[in-house]
């Protein structure tokens, strides 16, 4: 671990990291545009510019070197004396903060990124309260690149952060710099347009508000938005991410820093994968067959009426005829109440792992980032934890053939999925169990079948945590409030299984590990230095 | 006096660029001399002759050579012939009219540095040069002079040209670099230097035409005869260029060291200025160098040096060294532009300005935003409609950019710098006097045309302090540089 001294301060850095990166986890707030510790360096916004101490070429005294050295190139080398609080480098920041402005439209109003922008947060700390460029002002071409993408290119800082992005981590190099000068743009080929599948990710990159998400345009000033951490629900691979939401409304999904999975990247799939929770189609009233046709049932009435039913399929033979599916869609805490409350009552009742999505083979980009095949949260937690409970377990497709074969008499199925699930055949199948609980995001073909039908909420309406393709358990909080009429999941089966007062993910989590010592071991990732994106 | 035409002896009208002539002339005669020696050797022998880099930096190539790796099994040599400076075409003459010169001077120092391909980064806008060159090499490669086995020495090499598509940024070694790579000609950062990691990664010489082109006469006539010629830190011959109004514009060959009045006034080269005029400033080096004043202001007292007065200095040595007292850049491509008297230093502003603020290649923001902002400024002021404010206002600006103070990647902001911090202090009461003539609210009906909104902005109604001037490039940091 080198040490090196930054305004007399001595402070102690990773290998390798340059200046830049060290002394931003160590606190200080040093400006950088183009410096992105997931990309190369260019060094080429000359804002993160400091003073060292070099050896003086006559007397080999070590000395302030009269020139600035940019800190995002430099690595830290043990013993190394640098500088950002002298007159030269404020100096030299304000003057560069006033090129920024010197075309810039000062657009903040309509902008979309006011709020989170670097160019005020910089302009303030760093630069001028007025502008002396008095001339016209070049004014750069708006424009529609993608998709997804709009380019306001007058508002762009030229840091090419969003051109290496596309060489380096997308491996598709659609964006280029074109013409020279303060004419210098940002743009894509004719007839080629932004459409790689980690696109959104320019959008945060961009430390101004050059780069726009069409589907955040105009949605939301940033400064009403809250910021939960959560976790990718769309793919296995386990993604961390920032739910940006208003009002109980989801405008945006970030990705959340993740040295081991993600890092700070999330693919178009996850960014825009939460349209679903705003669905009008929605389930939001449990049901209940009566003589035929479907009546409400109220949420209070429910648990009795389950643990009656349950009760009574597992009368004669310990619950044999029994099955749970318990969906990839839960997560470990709901997964392990409500198999828990099933084996209380049905003890040979069967756990079932719920369908897995899967599309097309997994995708791995030039720097490691990978979009994984498989479109589930939490498979691999809710096999874990049918493995601990022990007993009968069966797949998805075991379960349909044995219940087409009438081997249940009841059986509860947890759905959650943003899309269509089962197909009509299978339903047919599952259709046979004479006593169908189904909990499910929206009607699907088991509805007709189902004696009674619950609403289930959405990953952002819940808390908990998924355990990932690679074995990481990532806990997530709730963002939303449940919508009118639904009882997040996790709530429900906590009342199933009879603990007292509110689900907690974390005070689960802690029964759990109990019962069950891997889940014990949660990781959450280390937290990042503030960076300008 | 005449000196000796030893790199422009065939530069003549209708004269012939083939490799017969050029071996009658005793060409390849030093390739021979330089095959015999060890490549170490030849690195020492060009390190004694001191011969400093002809495309502006002045850096020793034989320096430069050394920095190689000494285990590497693949070097590259570009040679620097995007030649794009304002005034400056002696390599286009070199190159036009004795090629020959050139390749031998590539295949010595291919050899010298263990090349194995060396490419001839050659500026796009040269095109018959480029059918001469190309030419040139057919003819080498036909003499065995090139290619498999150079002159049965066991040595390879191949020579290609690349032309390039017309931007000044990619003079820069780094900027050249990317650019023959097939990239966007944005100079790299440095270090890695591009002795160790250049093209392809591959360690890599860049060499300007005219510096390669000497070689070959260092070997042949050796090391007492050009240490003879040139000043203390400055040996050899230059090709010098002269242009605008002078009575012979054209490129000249002399030792380095020459006045620029010589160069100006001399018979043998510039002739003296069209209609006895007097030349009002000389840019000696290229613009992108800096401006002495010229001879329609007095001679100095005593002789002595001192930029803070109005006087003649167009007894600035043209050498690698002596510029700089004249608070210039260096002698860069030693190509003068000489001003006369009847022209508007304001137009010379302006045109110095648009052309930087056209090259600055957009990658670092000082130089990027400063140069489009300084060329506006000085539009401005040549409308007549400049305030005095704007003086120290491009003052500033031309302080807080360049490689020197370490705010920038390249040296092409210090290009900028220096002639528009010249200009504007050496000609300053021009400046005041033109300012002066203006109708009094010019600047503020100027202002508010191109931005109604301007007249509320704070610092037009001196509501507002004025952002704090000042630079990180203070006169102490300045002389320890």
Not at chain 1, 215 to 232: E, G, H, Y
Request: glycine share 10%.
């Amino acid at each position: 671990m080198p040490k090196i001294t930054v305004d007399g301060k001595q402070i102690e850095c990773r290998d390798g990291v340059p200046v830049l990166q060290a002394v931003l986890e160590a606190g200080w707030d040093v400006p950088h545009y183009c410096y992105h510790p997931g990309l190369s360096v260019v060094a080429s916004c000359r804002l993160c510019l400091m003073e060292m101490k070099m050896p003086h070429p006559q007397t080999k005294e070590m000395d302030w070197a009269p020139k600035l050295f940019p800190s995002c190139q430099t690595p830290v080398k043990d013993g190394m004396e640098v500088r950002f609080a002298s007159e030269g480098v404020a100096s030299s920041q304000s003057h560069v903060m006033e090129y920024y402005l010197v075309n810039h439209p000062l657009d903040c109003p309509v902008c979309d990124k006011a709020g989170e922008c670097y160019l005020q947060d910089y302009s303030e700390k760093f630069g001028h309260a007025s502008s002396r460029m008095v001339e016209d002002k070049h004014k750069n071409p708006k424009k529609d690149i993608g998709s997804k993408t709009l380019l306001y290119s007058d508002r762009c800082v030229v840091c090419s952060r969003c051109v290496r992005f596309g060489d380096e981590v997308a491996g598709a190099g659609e964006l280029r710099v074109i013409n020279r000068g303060h004419r210098a743009e940002i743009d894509v080929f004719p007839g080629v347009p932004l459409e790689n599948e980690l696109q959104g990710n320019v959008v945060d990159l961009c430390p101004v508000g050059a780069l726009l998400s069409k589907d955040f345009l105009f949605q939301q000033r940033v400064w009403n938005l809250r910021s939960t951490p959560s976790v990718d629900p769309t793919t296995s691979a386990g993604a961390t991410i920032w739910i940006d939401h208003n009002d109980d409304r989801i405008f945006r999904v970030r990705p959340r820093f993740n040295e081991k999975v993600n890092e700070w990247w999330i693919s178009d799939e996850t960014r825009f994968g939460w349209k679903y929770v705003a669905d009008s189609k929605r389930l939001n009233q449990p049901l209940q067959r009566d003589n035929g046709a479907m009546k409400p049932l109220r949420w209070e009435a429910a648990p009795e009426l389950l643990r009656r039913l349950l009760d009574e399929a597992a009368s004669a033979d310990q619950g044999v005829g029994v099955a749970c599916v318990l969906s990839p869609m839960l997560s470990c805490e709901e997964a392990w109440l409500l198999s828990t409350f099933v084996r209380s009552r049905a003890p040979q009742a069967t756990l079932v792992t719920g369908y897995v999505p899967v599309s097309g083979p997994d995708k791995t980009f030039p720097k490691g980032f990978k979009i994984s095949a498989e479109k589930a949260p939490n498979r691999r937690g809710v096999e874990s934890i049918i493995k601990a409970m022990g007993g009968p377990n069966a797949t998805f497709e075991q379960f349909v053939k044995s219940a087409g074969d009438g081997k249940f008499k009841l059986a509860y199925v947890t759905g959650g999925y943003p899309q269509v699930w089962l197909t009509a055949d299978q339903a047919r199948a599952i259709g046979k169990v004479q006593t169908l609980i189904t909990h499910d995001l929206f009607e699907s073909a088991l509805d007709e079948y189902a004696t009674i039908r619950l609403p289930g909420a959405s990953w952002a309406e819940r808390e908990g945590s998924f355990m990932n393709a690679d074995g990481l358990i990532q806990p997530f909080e709730r963002a939303l409030k449940p919508l009118d009429g639904v009882k997040s999941d996790g709530q429900f089966f906590h009342e199933l299984v009879g603990r007292p007062g509110l689900y907690r993910g974390a005070k689960t989590r802690e029964a759990m590990a109990e019962k069950i010592p891997a889940f014990g071991d949660i990781f959450v990732p280390r937290p990042e230095p503030e960076h300008a994106h | 006096m005449a000196y000796e035409q030893i790199l422009m002896r065939n530069c003549r009208e209708g004269g012939d660029p083939s490799i017969k002539q050029y071996k009658a002339a005793g060409g390849y005669q030093a390739l021979d001399k330089a095959l015999a020696m060890k490549p170490d050797e030849l690195v020492e022998f060009v390190k004694g002759a001191n011969l400093r880099g002809r495309g502006g930096a002045g850096f020793p190539a034989g320096v430069k050579w050394s920095f190689l790796p000494p285990n590497r099994t693949v070097t590259y040599l570009c040679v620097n012939a995007d030649e794009s400076e304002p005034p400056t075409f002696c390599n286009r003459v070199l190159m036009e009219h004795d090629p020959h010169m050139l390749l031998e001077g590539i295949i010595i120092a291919g050899y010298a540095t263990r090349t194995t391909v060396a490419y001839i980064y050659m500026r796009g806008e040269f095109t018959e040069q480029f059918h001469v060159l190309q030419k040139a090499i057919d003819e080498a490669y036909a003499d065995g002079l090139l290619g498999k086995n150079i002159r049965g020495s066991g040595y390879d090499m191949e020579c290609y040209i690349h032309r390039g598509a017309g931007a000044y940024v990619c003079g820069e070694e780094t900027g050249l670099i990317e650019s023959l790579e097939g990239k966007r000609g944005w100079p790299r950062i440095k270090p890695p230097f591009p002795a160790v990691e250049g093209l392809f990664h591959k360690p890599t010489v860049v060499n300007n035409v005219e510096t390669l082109a000497c070689v070959p006469h260092i070997l042949t006539r050796g090391l007492d005869w050009w240490n003879g010629l040139g000043t203390q830190n400055s040996k050899g011959t230059k090709m010098y260029c002269v242009s605008g109004p002078v009575n012979r514009p054209g490129c000249y060959e002399a030792p380095l060291g020459i006045t620029t009045r010589e160069l100006i006034y001399g018979k043998d080269f510039g002739g003296g200025m069209r209609d006895n005029m007097k030349v009002k400033t000389v840019a000696p080096g290229g613009i992108s160098m800096g401006f002495l004043r010229g001879d329609m202001f007095p001679k100095p007292d005593g002789g002595k040096v001192d930029v803070t007065r109005d006087c003649d200095e167009l007894d600035c040595l043209l050498d690698f060294d002596d510029p700089r007292h004249y608070g210039l850049l260096g002698l860069g491509t030693a190509a003068a532009v000489v001003v006369a008297e009847d022209t508007d230093i304001r137009d010379v502003l302006f045109n110095v300005t648009r052309f930087f603020s056209h090259e600055s290649c957009g990658q670092c923001t000082q130089c990027r935003e400063g140069t489009g902002w300084m060329h506006r400024v000085a539009a401005r002021i040549r409308d007549g409609a400049g305030r005095q404010y704007d003086l120290d206002l491009l003052a500033e600006i031309t302080k807080n950019m360049g490689m020197m103070p370490g705010l920038s990647i390249c040296g092409l902001p210090d290009g900028a710098a220096f002639p528009i911090r010249t200009l504007v202090q050496k000609f300053r009461p021009e400046f005041e006097k033109r300012i002066g003539e203006q109708q009094a609210d010019a600047a503020k009906r100027r202002i508010l045309q191109t931005n109604p909104a301007a007249y509320d902005l704070p610092i037009l109604q001196g509501r507002a302090v004025q952002p704090a001037g000042g630079t990180y490039m203070t006169p102490e940091k300045l002389k320890r540089n």
